[in-house]
């Protein structure tokens, strides 16, 4: 390799531009800041995937199929018989295989801003055309701007989160209705935060044929095993299954996540204690005077707050980590969001942020 060779010359400039999905460390923290389930799971159930991780087959590669583990998921979630499923490797990976499938040369992938930053990202890296369409002030979607934008640009696959990260919010389901009525191309609701909003899409596969649905399990307690599905049709689901990569889903997650779901109680337990706590928070932030509360059905709050910057940096000093949406979005001014935590750390949080507003820290 000659030793002038720069990586300007050879990667390509829209991925030079990027800016890297941040994680930043959080050893020692109070963790609020990636819509992770507090709760581990219980002691009888731990005890369970170790004797099931001692004795997998870790020599061989993974069942590529992976069809217990569909089997079990098509249970728990009661996903009907005529649809079928594809797996990834955390739901990150489905949007990457299903915008790697539609992109032809000017085709477009659409979503809302704000939204779900992957959704962007992705389009750069698989190169094919992204348009954002604005929320409204509310976050609500601008139904006339959104049919205008898919008469403009004809996406080939719009990508809405239900509820929407980072905002929360659940979008008029007639709108959606008709967005997906007016599009020439498929329509993928994302319902990561399934587990928490009491709403969804799932009933509507059997009346669009350009529907797809994704889950994950990351939100319910299992972001550790990266697993997601998309369910849809199999004239779909078939074609989608071509750029799947054939052990992406490793032993591990097949073995685990199939044993978790035969407690899904335990899931839903957690899922409903992280609701109620949801509850306590927005109350309590609806208290506090300069805060304005955006209402969630997800496991996380969004809330508008002056100084945004300095409030996140100082939660960050004592150690509380939550995300500083403030500058990522004309919409997101001031905006900073919370996960919920276990009671202990949202009192924590709690506690410091009325200290930090009052002064007294
Ligand atoms: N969709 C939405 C709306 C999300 O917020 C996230 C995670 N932040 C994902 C998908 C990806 O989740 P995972 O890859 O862990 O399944």
Not at 13 to 40: F, Q, R, S
Not at 120 to 128: G, K
Not at 141 to 161: G, N, Q, S, T
Not at 227 to 238: D, E, N, P, Y
Request: glycine residues 4%; aromatic residues 6%.
């Amino acid at each position: 390799m000659p030793n002038s060779l720069q990586p300007e010359q050879i990667i390509r400039p829209e991925i030079l531009a990027l800016t890297a999905y941040h994680v930043p460390p959080a050893a020692g923290m109070i963790k609020l800041d990636a819509m992770e389930n507090p709760y581990p799971l219980p002691s009888e159930l731990q005890e369970e995937i170790a004797q099931v991780a001692a004795s997998a087959p870790i020599n061989r590669y993974p069942d590529a199929s992976a069809a217990p583990l569909k089997a079990s998921l098509r249970k728990a979630l009661a996903i009907s018989s005529e649809m079928d499923i594809l797996l990834g490797n955390g739901s990150d990976e489905i949007i990457q295989m299903i915008a790697m499938a539609v992109a032809k040369p000017d085709a477009v992938l659409m979503s809302v801003e704000p939204a779900f930053v992957m959704f962007r990202m992705i389009a750069t890296f698989v190169n094919i055309q992204y348009v954002g369409v604005p929320l409204q002030q509310d976050f609500s979607l601008d139904e006339e701007v959104m049919l205008a934008a898919i008469e403009k640009h004809r996406p080939a696959v719009i990508f809405l989160a239900y509820p929407n990260n980072p905002t929360g919010n659940l979008f008029d389901a007639a709108t959606v209705l008709r967005i997906i009525e007016a599009s020439a191309g498929l329509v993928v609701i994302d319902e990561a935060y399934n587990a928490f909003a009491d709403a969804s899409f799932k009933d509507k596969l059997n009346d669009y044929p350009n529907l797809l649905l994704m889950r994950t399990l990351s939100k319910s307690g299992l972001a550790g095993l990266r697993l997601g599905l998309l369910i849809g049709r199999s004239a779909w689901i078939k074609q989608l299954e071509k750029v799947r990569l054939p052990y992406n889903i490793s032993i591990m997650t097949q073995l685990i996540a199939e044993k978790v779901l035969h407690h899904t109680g335990v899931l839903a337990e957690q899922a409903e204690a992280i609701k109620s706590e949801r509850t306590k928070m927005s109350a309590f932030l609806g208290t506090m005077p300069d805060i304005e509360v955006y209402p969630s059905k997800a496991n996380f709050i969004l809330f508008r707050i002056p100084a945004a910057g300095e409030i996140f940096q100082a939660l960050k000093q004592r150690k509380i980590l939550i995300k500083n949406l403030d500058g990522t979005h004309p919409l997101l001014k001031g905006c900073l969001r919370v996960t919920i935590g276990t009671p202990d750390e949202n009192t924590q949080f709690c506690n410091t942020l009325h200290a930090l507003l009052t002064e007294t820290v």
